[in-house]
């Protein structure tokens, strides 16, 4: 996926990241279940009349009986290395009201060829402190692009300061 496209164009297909994620844990053995709701395949009318976080529900519950010291979580996947601006701003309501000690709220950012990359929100929050505004010029979303590898080598965003 194209993290420069606009929220038009990444969502114009089927979503990609969700799909990824799926297969990943589908050839891993991991248990999942979808939870969220699914804004391309699905869409519902009136959607964003909906409280922000019931529209924002976790995309899936993950079990991985083989972990050994987190086998359960929630997931917020993620096609691209964008975060906006609102989303960046309720990840504490998130974690208060999504994450337990035995079940945490991780965000997994999945990309063609590349297992997914999670991270707990705590990450998400350092990189995304770490990054620059930028906005989307066909709906001035603001959004920043965190700091994280690119499927064809390098990274995304800017490297944040040490």
Not at 1 to 16: L, P, V
Not at 33 to 59: C, H, W
Not at 60 to 80: D, E, I, R, S, W
Not at 117 to 132: F, G, N, P, W
Request: net charge positive; with cysteine.
């Amino acid at each position: 996926m194209n993290a420069n496209a606009s929220y038009k164009q990444r969502n114009a297909t089927f979503n990609i990241g969700e799909t990824r994620f799926e297969d990943y844990c589908k050839r891993n053995n991991i248990y999942f279940r979808r939870l969220g709701f699914d804004q391309v395949d699905g869409p519902l009318p009136n959607f964003f009349n909906i409280n922000p976080f019931v529209r924002n529900l976790p995309d899936y519950f993950v079990c991985n009986m083989l972990a050994k010291n987190q086998p359960t979580a929630l997931v917020m996947v993620k096609g691209t290395p964008n975060i906006t601006r609102s989303e960046f701003e309720k990840i504490p309501q998130f974690v208060t009201s999504y994450a337990s000690p035995r079940c945490p709220l991780l965000y997994a950012f999945v990309y063609e060829n590349m297992k997914p990359i999670y991270m707990r929100t705590d990450e998400v929050i350092r990189l995304y402190k770490a990054s620059e505004d930028r906005t989307w010029p066909k709906n001035n979303t603001i959004h920043r692009t965190l700091y994280m590898p690119h499927p064809d080598g390098g990274f995304w965003g800017k490297e944040p300061n040490k």
